[in-house]
């Protein structure tokens, strides 16, 4: 049985920073890739970015591009996400995911994963 447990999330000022971590138990970490999507009330989850499993590879989405950075700790089946100048809309509960892609287009994709976590709150005040 996998889990996915967040943790980080809290309400911060614009332009200011925060890292959210998952951690991963149950199925062989270091083989799959993790993502980070994020769900505002009232909109769909959107994918934010997604590390394969060696970390040589990411993808981001062109909103939060250049400003989060997605990286792992295969020894520590942790998954995280930093994320700088944040903006109001990112606020929103930011989700991981474990799962394989075929693809690295599909990296982005909420239907390319198979285990998620609880989420946690990302609030951003203006």
């Known amino acids: 049985q996998v889990q996915l447990v967040e943790s980080g999330g809290g309400l911060v000022q614009a332009g200011g920073s925060l890292r959210i971590s998952c951690v991963a138990s149950?199925?062989?970490?270091?083989?799959?890739?993790m993502g980070w999507f994020r769900q505002a009330p009232g909109k769909e989850r959107e994918s934010v970015a997604a590390?394969?499993?060696?970390?040589?590879?990411?993808y981001y989405a062109d909103s939060v591009k250049g400003r989060f950075t997605i990286f792992r700790d295969n020894g520590k089946s942790t998954v995280y996400l930093q994320m700088n100048s944040l903006k109001p809309e990112d606020t929103a509960v930011y989700y991981c995911?474990?799962?394989?892609?075929?693809?690295?287009?599909?990296?982005?994709?909420?239907?390319?994963?198979?285990?998620w976590g609880q989420g946690t709150q990302v609030t951003v005040s203006s």
């Open positions: 995911a474990q799962g394989a892609p075929p693809t690295a287009q599909a990296m982005g994709k909420p239907s390319a994963y198979d285990y």
């Open positions: 590390i394969n499993w060696s970390g040589g590879s990411a």
């Open positions: 149950g199925r062989t970490f270091s083989r799959t890739v």
